[in-house]
């Protein structure tokens, strides 16, 4: 067999391996997540260990992970990532500006590619 052959059955292996890995771990997190619904619904409570996700109004939402509960309020999270994304745009642009005037004072300075300037 050649070694081409051999690397190539051995790729296909490893693929496999990673898949049923992820398939395995997949299984756990959701046997969890359907253990620890049962045991909410056993109990009769509106309580859970491992994950949930509840909106409590239109603004926010609880959050339970591991026991811990925090309340994330979605308004302003929504406001402060809007805000983050309006000042990144911003700066690219004064960046791509920069660079762009850069280049055409270094073309001018050599006095090459005149056409650029139409840029």
């Given amino acids: 067999m050649s070694r081409y052959k051999q690397t190539d059955e051995n790729r296909g292996l490893d693929l496999r391996k990673k898949l049923v890995l992820f398939l395995l771990i997949f299984s ?3 046997g969890i997540v359907i253990v ?3 045991y909410q619904n056993m109990l ?3 309580y859970q260990m491992f994950f949930g996700i509840k909106r409590i109004n239109e603004d926010r939402v609880k959050i339970v992970l ?3 509960e925090q309340v994330l309020n979605v308004g ?3 406001d402060e990532i ?3 994304l309006n000042q990144l745009s911003n700066k690219t642009s004064i960046y791509i ?4 005037y850069g280049i055409l004072k270094y073309f001018k300075k050599n006095k090459t ?3 650029l300037e139409k840029i």
Avoid at 97 to 100: E, G, L, N, V
């Fill in 28 to 30: 756990l997190f959701q």
């Fill in 36 to 38: 620890d619904n049962a």
């Fill in 44 to 46: 009769a409570e509106d």
């Fill in 66 to 68: 591991f026991g811990e």
């Fill in 76 to 78: 302003e999270t929504y």
């Fill in 82 to 84: 809007h805000n983050y």
């Fill in 97 to 100: 500006y920069k660079a762009k």
């Fill in 113 to 115: 590619f005149n056409g």
